[in-house]
C-alpha cells in the first residue's frame, strides 16, 4: 500500500528538519558500536567486581556469553509495578536456556500520578521522567552488557526509559510490559461517583468503596491513560514483541512472553549475526509510527509532551505541528474511556492493536519499512502470540473486530480525525484533545476567571462561585513554575458545572492527564505564565476564545499585547516534599512544546 500523502509529508518534514541532529547521534552510536562487545575493553579487576555475585561468573568471564543488563521499575507500591517483581527470576532463566546471562543492572523511581494528584508530591511528577531516565544511564554506565531488558509501564517511566536506551542507542534493548490488572467497576460508573463526590451528592465512603472497586489487583490502571498509552506506543514503535502490551500480569501467556523478550535480547547482541542497536529502531519513521496510533486510539494527551523528548535523544525533532497534521489525517478507530466506555482489556479482546497495525497498513497510514525488535517490518505486529507447548509462537492475527462499539476499520471509524489539535494565537502555542468533547463544545468563547494553581478553583467552586458561562484560566502551572502537575483534579468539578448547562474550559500552561475527559481543555500553552508567557497578561473578565476547529486560542481583550505581565510568588512551589531537591530541573526545563525535558 502506498503511504497516505500527509503521514510520507510529515516524515519528510521531521527528517529534514533532524537531518544534522539525527546524522550526528548515529555517527556517535556506530562509532560505540565499532569498538565491539563492551565488556571485552574491561580489566579483570573491573570484571570481578561485575561478576562477583553471579553463581556462573567463570562462564561469563571466559566465553562469549551475551550479558543482558535489566532495567527496572519495580516496586511494590504501585499495582503496574508490582507483577516486575518475578521478571528477573524468569529473564535469568530464559537466558540461561538462551545461552545467556542476565543481571539487574539497577533500579529507576516509579511515582504514581494516582496516588499524587492534587498533592504536592505531583509537582515531582514531570521532572520524575528525567530522573528515571539518569538513573537508568547509571544503570547502563556499567559497559557490561551486551544488551537490555527495559521493564516499565506507567506515565513518565517509559519515557524516561526510552530517552536512556536512545542515550546508549548502540546497545540492543527491548521493552517488557508487566499488562492490565483484570477489569473491575466500569470507569463511567466511577466517574459519575467521583462527580456525584464533587457535588456532594455522595459521601467519602461511598467514593472510597468505588475507587478500590476500580484498581482492585497487580496490573496498570484499565482506563486508556498515559500508563496504557505509554504501551500502545512501545508496540507500535516496534519496541514491545508482538501482541505483548495487554496480557494480564501473572498468567501463563505473560510469563511466556517475558522469557521471549530476554531470548529475543540474547540474541540481537553483537556477538551474534542479528545485531540491532535500539538507535536504529528509534528513527523518524518509528515516531511517526508512534503518533499515528495515538491518534487511532484517542490516547493521552501527556505523550504529546513525552514523545518530543524521547525523539530529542535520538536526534529526532519533533514539533507539535507534527501531532496536529498527523491528527487531521488518521480516524479515530477506537473508543476506550474515557473516549468510550470499554477498558483496555475490552480492547484487547475485540482485536486489539494487531487489528489497528493491519487496518492502518492497508491504508498507508503506518511506515511498514521499521526495524523493530521482533525482526522484519512493522507487518509482524498484525501477528497475535499463542501458547503452544509453553512457548509463545506467533500466528495471523485478527482482521475482523469483534465488537464494533469498541474497535472499528479505517473505512468506518467512530470519528474522521484523531481528535488532538494544535492550538496557536496571542495566548501562545498549545494543544486540545476533542475526541471525548462533544462537539458543540469544540468552540467556546467565554469570560476567563484567572487562578494560581487549583486549590483556588475548587474553593471559588465550593463557594458557588461558577454561575456564567466561564473559561477558568489556571497559570503558573508549566515546567518552570512548579514542575508541571497535572490538573486532572479539576475534570470532576469543570463537568459538574458543565453539566449544569454551563459552558465552560479550562485553560492552562500545565497538563492535564489521559483521562482528561469531556470538558475542553487548551494545555501545555507556551511560552508558560512563569517565563513572561502571554497568559500572565490575561485578567478577569477578558473575552478568550477558544476554537478547537480552527485552532485558535485568543484574549480578545483590547489592548492585551501591550499589558505587562503579572509576576507571581512561586516561591511556595520550591519546597517541602522533596521540591527543594528539583530547583535545577526548574531552572532548565524546555518550553512544553518541546518535551518540557531539561536533559536532552
Known amino acids: 500500500m502506498t503511504l497516505h500523502a500527509s503521514i510520507d ?92 546471562t542476565a543481571q539487574v543492572a539497577g533500579g529507576v523511581p516509579a511515582m504514581c500520578d494516582g496516588v499524587t494528584q492534587g498533592r504536592p508530591g505531583m509537582e515531582l511528577s514531570l521532572f520524575s521522567r528525567d530522573v528515571i531516565a539518569l538513573a537508568a544511564g547509571v544503570a547502563m554506565s556499567h559497559d557490561t552488557f551486551d544488551s537490555a531488558l527495559y521493564l516499565g509501564v506507567c506515565d513518565k517511566i517509559v519515557p524516561g526509559l526510552v530517552i536512556a536506551a536512545a542515550t546508549f542507542g548502540h546497545v540492543p534493548s527491548v521493552f517488557v510490559p508487566a499488562g492490565p490488572m483484570p477489569s473491575g467497576l466500569p470507569n463511567d460508573e466511577k466517574a459519575k461517583v467521583r462527580q456525584q463526590f464533587a457535588s456532594g451528592e455522595v459521601g467519602r465512603d461511598k467514593l472510597m468503596q468505588a475507587e478500590m472497586a476500580s484498581y482492585h489487583s497487580p496490573g496498570t490502571c484499565t482506563f486508556y491513560g498515559t500508563a496504557n498509552s505509554n504501551q500502545m506506543l512501545m508496540e507500535m514503535m516496534g519496541l514491545h514483541l508482538p501482541g505483548s502490551s495487554f496480557v494480564n500480569p501473572n498468567t501463563d501467556m505473560r510469563d511466556a512472553l517475558t522469557g521471549a523478550a530476554a531470548e529475543r535480547a540474547a540474541s540481537m547482541t553483537r556477538l551474534g549475526n542479528d545485531y540491532l542497536p535500539v538507535g536504529e529502531i528509534l528513527d523518524e519513521r518509528a515516531f511517526v509510527n508512534g503518533i499515528v496510533g495515538l491518534m487511532a486510539t484517542g490516547g493521552s494527551t ?99 473486530s469483534l465488537n464494533e462499539k469498541i474497535l472499528r476499520p479505517v473505512s468506518d471509524p467512530f470519528a474522521k480525525s484523531g481528535g488532538l489539535k494544535q492550538l496557536e494565537g496571542n495566548l501562545g502555542r498549545g494543544v486540545i484533545k476533542v475526541s471525548a468533547v462533544a462537539p458543540e463544545r469544540h468552540i467556546i468563547e467565554a469570560p476567563a476567571r484567572v487562578f494560581s494553581d487549583q486549590e483556588q478553583v475548587k474553593a471559588a467552586f465550593k463557594a458557588g462561585e461558577f454561575t456564567e458561562d466561564t473559561i477558568v484560566v489556571v497559570r503558573f502551572q508549566g515546567p518552570a513554575a512548579n514542575g508541571m502537575p497535572e490538573l486532572h483534579s479539576l475534570t470532576p468539578i469543570l463537568a459538574v458545572l ?24 487548551a494545555i501545555h500553552l507556551s511560552p508558560e505564565a512563569a517565563k513572561g508567557g502571554p497568559l500572565s497578561k490575561v485578567r478577569d473578565g477578558d473575552m478568550i476564545r477558544l476554537d478547537a476547529v480552527n485552532g485558535v486560542i485568543e484574549c480578545e481583550a483590547a489592548g492585551f499585547d501591550t499589558r505587562e505581565p503579572e509576576i507571581a510568588d512561586l516561591s511556595g512551589n520550591h519546597f517541602g516534599m522533596g521540591r527543594e531537591m528539583f530547583g535545577l530541573f526548574r531552572a532548565a526545563a524546555g518550553d512544553a512544546t518541546e518535551g518540557a525535558c531539561g536533559i536532552v
Not at 480516524?331 to 483496555?344: C, K, T
Not at 509463545?392 to 482482521?399: H, L, N, R, S, T
Not at 448547562?501 to 475527559?517: C, E, F, N
Open 9 to 100: 509529508r510529515v516524515t519528510d518534514r521531521i527528517r529534514e528538519r533532524s537531518q544534522q541532529t539525527r546524522s550526528a547521534y548515529l555517527s556517535r552510536i556506530c562509532a560505540a558500536a565499532e569498538e565491539g562487545p563492551r565488556r571485552a575493553h574491561l580489566s579483570c579487576g573491573n570484571q570481578a567486581h561485575a561478576y562477583a555475585a553471579m553463581e556462573n561468573k567463570e562462564d561469563l568471564a571466559l566465553t562469549r556469553k551475551p550479558n543482558i543488563g535489566i532495567v527496572t521499575a519495580y516496586n511494590d507500591m504501585l499495582s503496574a509495578h508490582q507483577p516486575y517483581e518475578r521478571f528477573p527470576a524468569l529473564i535469568r532463566a530464559a537466558a540461561e536456556r538462551a545461552g545467556a
Open 302 to 400: 501527556n505523550l504529546v509532551l513525552h514523545i518530543p523528548a524521547m525523539a530529542r535523544a535520538a536526534g529526532v525533532l519533533l514539533d507539535i505541528e507534527d501531532f496536529n497534521d498527523i491528527s487531521d489525517a488518521v480516524p479515530l478507530m477506537a473508543r476506550v474511556y474515557p473516549n468510550g466506555l470499554a477498558d483496555v482489556n475490552h480492547f484487547h479482546a475485540a482485536g486489539g492493536l494487531g487489528y489497528m497495525i493491519r487496518h492502518l497498513l492497508e491504508a498507508g497510514m503506518l511506515h511498514e519499512d521499521v526495524r523493530t525488535v521482533a525482526g522484519g517490518g512493522l507487518n509482524r505486529y498484525t501477528t497475535e502470540p499463542k501458547l503452544k507447548d509453553g512457548r509463545v509462537i506467533w500466528e495471523d492475527g485478527p482482521k475482523e
Open 498 to 521: 458543565q453539566d449544569r448547562g454551563l459552558r465552560v474550559a479550562l485553560v492552562t500552561d500545565g497538563r492535564m492527564s489521559g483521562a482528561s475527559g469531556k470538558v475542553p481543555a
